[in-house]
């Protein structure tokens, strides 16, 4: 549902929403969210979408979808649309499933040239370009408010541009909200319980306590809390039915990370991030935080942990993120998809660097000498792979090249297929089993993609969603609806789920500086 203005004397009347292009691409099911209030769509939105369909990933999925379900929609035949009082009667309309009514406008004021329409003469002589896609589907807007006088009509956009137009203009705009969480949900970090000294006494000591509904009844499930007493406070978390539960990890034990290094939770808000992570029960983990707060390196070392270690519960690391250009675009990139992939994924590089810090720099020619279970999982993609540089039968001279160039420690998880680069664009249609699969940045994920990527996993499969919700590059999205805060505010209280807040700055202190006052 579109979340509304505060009630004025026009709150009676009947609604109708005339959406731009991006909210149809934004969402493609929004038709649906409307309840029972009227949809009108310039036809001048179809052109657009029309030359989106082609675009690759989600943009041409989402244009594709809408298409679709449009047609499906008026496949039954034409109606003439009674919202229009008469007027308009090349439009379509439609009822939706829902209660409400769909409406494809033509405006025929631009196609007759003729019009006393006070607002829309205004909008020609402000406007010059009456060409553009962006004044012609407001041009609708104006048509719509002079052939439906008893309606409110408004305008949906997540252009800020566009809006600004229309309220200059003198329209009701509003952005489309179904998919955004309110400020208050949004932030505030983790709730404390202040327990008497017997309740706390025994938390210490049987690692959990029972609690009465009146200190418990506001979190849910799986929620990250402190426990306090007086000065004392200990992280927990929220099991459901009063139940309050320690952490896994103590304050001074650390992961240790085969062929790399012990890592040790820093502060109380990494042992909360690590104890979602290294639980088998939690299939989705979102975590939110500014810059610098370790997200991402503790994300990797518990993956890590949970894919080469002992128990082996995982068989392999996929990591990607969202494609999304900070600044100009470089433009295309050559070669392979990972050497594509290469400088998006930097920063998982330069945490790989981190924990496996430890190991001496070896040659390609020197035996790898890894644990047998290794070999175990080493997938079949990887020995195609290997069989088709085989089959190149490079010279000598590379060959002695290759063999001479030092190998990163952490060389041998790509080796083995044990971490893979995947890149957002060919998720669709995937099935993924036994996999941990880390989106770093997945506040530029659209909610719509976030829906894609955690549908892909499969039985045995755990997907981790890192982030900062202030720091959205993409064009139509916000703090309030992107994909990451929008997935966490949807799933928070599953018995499968945790979601997480970091505050706590550890890179540096310019970084923590940067982060809090830039």
Not at 372 to 390: Q, V, W, Y
Request: with cysteine; charged share 25%.
């Amino acid at each position: 549902m579109l979340k509304e203005k505060s009630p004025t004397s026009s709150e009676s009347k009947a609604k109708i929403f005339v959406l731009d292009t991006n909210v149809l691409l934004h969402d493609p099911q929004c038709l649906h969210k409307f309840e029972d209030n009227t949809i009108a769509i310039p036809v001048e939105v179809l052109e657009e979408l029309d030359g989106k369909k082609s675009a690759p990933g989600e943009l041409g999925f989402s244009a594709r979808k809408i298409h679709r379900d449009l047609r499906a929609l008026f496949d039954e035949g034409l109606e003439t649309p009674p919202e229009l009082n008469g007027k308009g009667s090349s439009a379509l309309s439609r009822d939706l499933p829902n209660g409400g009514r769909l409406v494809v406008v033509i405006n025929d004021y631009m196609v007759t040239g003729e019009s006393e329409n006070e607002g829309l003469n205004r909008l020609k002589a402000t406007l010059v370009n009456m060409e553009k896609m962006d004044s012609r589907i407001l041009a609708s807007v104006f048509f719509l408010k002079d052939v439906c006088p008893d309606s409110r009509v408004i305008l949906v956009t997540k252009d800020a541009n566009m809006a600004l137009k229309g309220i200059a203009l003198g329209l009701e705009v509003q952005d489309y909200m179904n998919d955004k969480v309110t400020t208050a949900k949004l932030g505030g970090g983790c709730k404390t319980i202040v327990v008497e000294d017997a309740d706390y006494e025994r938390f210490l000591e049987e690692q959990g306590v029972d609690l009465s509904p009146e200190l418990t009844s506001h979190l849910y499930l799986n929620e990250y809390i402190y426990i306090s007493n007086g000065e004392f406070s200990e992280p927990a978390r929220y099991r459901g039915d009063g139940q309050i539960d320690a952490l896994i990890l103590g304050s001074d034990v650390g992961v240790k990370i085969p062929k790399g290094i012990r890592i040790h939770p820093l502060n109380s808000e990494q042992r909360m991030l690590m104890d979602a992570l290294l639980d088998e029960d939690i299939k989705l983990v979102t975590c939110s935080g500014k810059a610098g707060t370790g997200k991402t390196l503790v994300s990797i070392a518990m993956a890590l942990f949970q894919t080469i270690g002992e128990d082996n519960l995982y068989e392999r690391v996929f990591i990607t993120r969202p494609l999304v250009h900070i600044g100009k675009d470089t433009g295309a990139l050559p070669g392979t998809l990972e050497e594509k992939m290469a400088p998006y994924i930097a920063p998982f590089f330069d945490n790989l660097e981190v924990l496996f810090s430890n190991r001496k720099v070896v040659k390609q020619e020197e035996p790898a000498n890894e644990d047998s279970h290794i070999n175990r999982i080493t997938s079949t993609r990887k020995r195609k792979k290997a069989m088709a540089k085989l089959a190149k039968q490079p010279s000598k001279q590379e060959s002695a090249e290759e063999d001479n160039k030092p190998r990163k420690p952490f060389q041998f998880l790509f080796d083995y297929g044990m971490v893979e680069v995947e890149a957002m664009t060919f998720i669709r249609g995937r099935s993924l089993s036994n996999t941990i699969f880390i989106i770093d940045e997945a506040q530029n994920l659209t909610p719509h993609e976030a829906k894609t990527v955690v549908s892909r996993m499969a039985e045995g499969s755990k997907v981790i969603l890192l982030g900062d919700p202030y720091q959205v590059d993409s064009m139509f999205l916000d703090a309030w609806s992107n994909g990451l805060v929008h997935t966490a505010q949807r799933l928070k209280g599953t018995e499968i789920t945790a979601h997480l807040e970091l505050a706590t700055g550890v890179r540096s202190e310019l970084a923590d500086l940067a982060a809090d006052l830039l």
